[in-house]
């Protein structure tokens, strides 16, 4: 729970300084579920199901659920079995805390349902009626959330002895849910030392005329519980599970874990050796990482050979081979692929130092030699590189929120930016988490930014004459707050904020990228480097297309959009093909990426958006669009 971090936080507080500490604190927000219009109901699924959440991100998918809250990301889940993991906790479909999270009781929160399976018949190949001796079975795996080691190095919140993860049966014939399965809340480092694993395995027969009919479904829910603590503006988001590779099928044994299937575990790694995203202008090849670390299982009982390889889409980059290699099982010892050439390729190439603006395509890749992988959707994962006008330390996904907890005020964070050449520093985003009530939304700061003193910030070389509030987009939305005159920088500069009061201001924290040797805090005496895992979410933007707006296009193509308004979906015309076309929201979010000409606004809210298409990595149209469902 948030409290029982607050107070470990607290205790450190204490012994190392009467003033103030560093601390983690929850995050708030989730995604917004976004309200679709009713359509027809789909048909109902028939056997095998399965997900395991490895290729989207967001609501769970309509072809298989219907959630209340619940969401998918591949960046929360600890070492999942599979690339991508389901997550329930605190907040709402809107993304905000539960209405029903003021008491310190237990209250049921998100809720993720299958649609209708048909359990009263096989159709192929040959239909036949489905009996108990057809061994039909659910299974899953489960983790807490909170991640494992040291507090400061732990990801989300774990769910307290209270809390439980629930799994109900639907009876169709009587319309009636009936409870099945139940844990109660642990965290990962007690799930670890009970089962020996970081997922446990949760196998379920479903063996009774009752739920072998047509019509069967089950459901997920999770119960979460807050602590009345004397610090409201330190509650957030907590109580997290995730659930992964989620199976029914017939004719199972509790051996079906053992599953032929080679897959990637993490997402795709930055191929820069510091920042996850920085501009053009600043880029050189000396950036460039030398080696990627990928995590790569197999699920079979048996050792595996696979072929391992990443390429750039528009061939900026040498495209690499890492060839075949035998893949060890991953049960029971928890083995990853070792091989240096597929666990660690290394880089043979950069991008281009021509400061041009571009977002660069690398997919990667990993196929069982044999072609007998049967599921191919997680063996692939691929990452969106933004050469462009911003530099990123963060993966732009928080698990956590970052501040300080002073009580005397003047508490300033700063994150070290190295220029290679003298630019124009212009605005700054940052991703703030609403607390419990928004108490920190009336924590007013100034935007600083200081030089370079000896490997520490020293002179302050901008402050903002006016205070600044915190301002929200949800979870992972960062606002944009532009600096009140453009201020050259050249060097080491470091970027942050100055708070006005006390109060932990709550700023996003990626807990998947350690920029903690970038980052920096003073609370009034001497600047002290952070020993929190993760990186600050604050991006500093230069030259003054952050300011005015959109960024210009490096050379115009004849690419025409239609219908707009849009309801279901917009049609891209002209251009280059395989070009990538991007959506972004007003608080520049991306909310949908392909590289079709036909892209799918049905699931987006009312409003404006902006289109923008690349081809060979190059920002080539931009568009507003707006979506009108009717």
Not at 54 to 62: I, K
Not at 331 to 352: K, L, N, R
Request: with cysteine.
């Amino acid at each position: 729970m948030p409290f029982r971090f607050t107070l470990f936080a607290i205790a450190l507080m204490l012994t190392l300084s009467s003033m103030a500490q560093e601390m983690l604190v929850p995050m708030q927000y989730g995604p917004v579920q976004p309200t679709v219009k009713a359509r027809k109901a789909p048909a109902m699924l028939t056997l095998p199901f399965f997900d395991d959440f490895s290729n989207y991100e967001g609501a769970p998918s309509s072809s298989l659920w219907v959630s209340q809250g619940a969401w998918v990301g591949s960046n929360y889940g600890y070492l999942p079995p599979s690339v991508g993991t389901l997550t329930l906790d605190a907040i709402d479909a809107e993304g905000n805390l539960y209405n029903k999270s003021n008491g310190t009781e237990p209250f049921p929160a998100d809720t993720v349902m299958s649609l209708s399976l048909r359990l009263d018949s096989l159709l192929l190949p040959v239909a036949r009626r489905l009996m108990p001796s057809d061994s039909v079975a659910l299974s899953f795996y489960y983790q807490p959330g909170g991640g494992s080691g040291n507090a400061w190095q732990r990801s989300g919140d774990s769910p307290d002895a209270g809390d439980s993860l629930v799994l109900e049966f639907f009876d169709p014939t009587i319309g009636r849910w009936t409870h099945v399965w139940a844990t109660d809340g642990i965290d990962l480092d007690s799930l670890r030392r009970k089962t020996g694993s970081n997922w446990d395995y949760v196998y379920i027969p479903i063996d009774t005329m009752l739920y072998l009919r047509r019509g069967f479904r089950f459901r997920f829910r999770n119960y979460c519980s807050f602590d009345n603590t004397f610090e409201h503006g330190m509650v957030g988001n907590c109580d997290q599970w995730h659930i992964d590779y989620v199976s029914i099928d017939y004719n199972r044994t509790r051996r079906y874990h053992y599953t032929r299937d080679v897959a990637f575990v993490n997402p795709a790694p930055s191929m820069l050796r510091k920042y996850r995203a920085m501009p053009a202008r600043q880029f050189r090849a000396s950036e460039m990482a030398t080696r990627l670390d990928m995590t790569i299982t197999n699920r079979y009982e048996e050792e595996l050979s696979a072929r391992y390889s990443f390429r750039d889409v528009d061939g900026f980059l040498r495209a690499y081979d890492g060839g075949l290699d035998n893949v060890p099982t991953f049960f029971p010892d928890g083995e990853y692929q070792t091989s240096d050439a597929h666990a660690h390729p290394v880089i043979t190439s950069a991008y281009p130092d021509d400061g041009v603006q571009r977002v660069y395509h690398i997919v990667h890749t990993v196929t069982e030699g044999v072609g007998g992988d049967v599921h191919r959707q997680n063996d692939t994962v691929h990452l969106y590189q933004h050469l462009e006008d911003y530099y990123a330390y963060d993966d732009g996904t928080a698990e956590n929120g970052y501040g300080i907890y002073n009580l005397s005020g003047n508490t300033r964070m700063a994150v070290r930016f190295a220029l290679n050449v003298q630019d124009t520093l212009s605005a700054i985003d940052l991703c703030f988490n609403r607390t419990r009530g928004g108490e920190n939304e009336g924590l007013l700061f100034y935007l600083c930014v200081w030089d370079d003193n000896d490997g520490h910030p020293g002179r302050i070389i901008y402050k903002d004459q006016d205070y600044r509030r915190p301002q929200f987009a949800g979870l992972n939305g960062f606002m944009r707050y532009k600096l009140e005159e453009l201020l050259p920088v050249e060097g080491t500069i470091y970027i942050g904020i100055q708070q006005a009061a006390a109060g932990v201001i709550n700023i996003g924290f990626d807990r998947n990228s350690d920029a903690s040797q970038q980052m920096y805090y003073n609370v009034g005496g001497a600047w002290e480097q952070s020993f929190l895992a993760g990186a600050m979410m604050l991006r500093p933007y230069f030259g003054s297309q952050a300011v005015v707006g959109l960024a210009r296009p490096a050379k115009q193509t004849d690419i025409s959009v239609y219908p707009i308004p849009a309801d279901n979906h917009i049609v891209i015309s002209g251009g280059t093909p395989g070009s990538l076309h991007q959506l972004y929201d007003m608080q520049g979010r991306l909310v949908v990426s392909t590289t079709d000409s036909k892209m799918s606004t049905a699931a987006l809210a009312n409003g404006l958006y902006i289109l923008k298409s690349f081809a060979g990595g190059q920002l080539v149209s931009c568009h507003k669009i707006v979506v009108s469902h009717r």
